[in-house]
């Protein structure tokens, strides 16, 4: 499932659209944007960020990562989620 960000020529909103298959993203067919609903939306190309640990985020990239930390704590054991950080696959039966 591939994800694209889109530009709108009408109102200049900057979005992020979820496609449900490879073959759906590649139709030609763009997204309505999301502010205007102008249907002429232009896919644009994203900003690539490679990162170490956590640095290199802007404040509001890291309150996203904590707060979709603290959803996954609600329902994976916190052990699970120290050893997918430290970058090693959960222990089998933990």
Known sequence: MPVYEYTCPACSVRFAHLWKTMAAASAGNSPSCPECCHPDTKRVVSQLAVLDSIGGLTPGEVNQV?????????????????????????????
């Open 66 to 94: 904590k707060a979709a930390e603290e959803r996954a704590a609600s329902f994976t054991p916190r052990e699970h989620i120290d050893q997918l950080k430290a970058g090693r696959a959960p222990s089998e039966g933990a």
